[in-house]
T-cell receptor, first 116, second 116 residues
């Protein structure tokens, strides 16, 4: 079990630039989640994939955000035209997808984004 | 909507002191509850979880939590803390998504500092 991995771990960008983050879930985990954590707060849900299908999106996910999971394995989260308010830790989590709410999500180390 | 409240933002204890971190949630139905821990520079790790059964659950590193349904509480306890317990602690609850998966709703976290 290699755990959830994320790349890069840190990203500094200028306002208006595009950035892309990658998440590799635990192998054979069919569910993948993205969360965002700002300073002093707990993580907040952004979006969810069941295999390659994006099934849920939070209202926090503006039109500048897009996520993909093309082959049902790794996922990417892209932010276009970044704004200073996008500065946060972006967390990825995966699970094996038991029914209902009795699932345990395992988190990656996160990508810390700073928009100057 | 479900929510989680952690009333202690920062707790400072001496080594060997007993710990209790408060957590209250708002939801009238079946809940699944978690405590996650984030050590400095590390990713979120699952400390313990409650799905059903015995309301007193034991986790890793000597932590335990008690689910009290009548009080909507899931407080975290440890009889004797160590310097290595210095970390941020997040209480969380699962909320069902329309797609039958679930998202985690986190509290704002409690920073625990242990004086050696």
């Amino acid at each position: 079990d290699t755990g959830v991995s994320q790349d890069p771990r840190h990203k500094i960008t200028k306002r208006g630039q595009n950035v892309t983050f990658r998440c590799d879930p635990i192998s054979e985990h069919n569910r993948l989640y993205w969360y965002r954590q700002t300073l002093g707060q707990g993580p907040e849900f952004l979006t969810y994939f069941q295999n390659e299908a994006q099934l849920e999106k939070s209202r926090l996910l503006s039109d500048r955000f897009s996520a993909e999971r093309p082959k049902g394995s790794f996922s990417t989260l892209e932010i276009q035209r970044t704004e200073q308010g996008d500065s946060a830790m972006y967390l990825c989590a995966s699970s094996t997808g038991t029914s209902g709410t009795q699932e345990t999500q395992y988190f990656g180390p996160g990508t810390r984004l700073l928009v100057l | 909507a479900q929510s989680v409240s952690q009333h202690n933002h920062h707790v400072i204890l001496s080594e060997a002191a007993s710990l209790e971190l408060g957590c209250n949630y708002s939801y009238g139905g079946t809940v699944n509850l978690f405590w996650y821990v984030q050590y400095p520079g590390q990713h979120l790790q699952l400390l313990l979880k409650y799905f059903s059964g015995d309301p007193l659950v034991k986790g890793i590193k000597g932590f335990e939590a008690e689910f009290i349904k009548s009080k909507f509480s899931f407080n975290l306890r440890k009889p004797s803390v160590q310097w290595s317990d210095t970390a941020e602690y997040f209480c969380a609850v699962n909320a069902l998504l329309y797609s039958s998966a679930s998202k985690i709703i986190f509290g704002s976290g409690t920073r625990l500092s242990i004086r050696p």
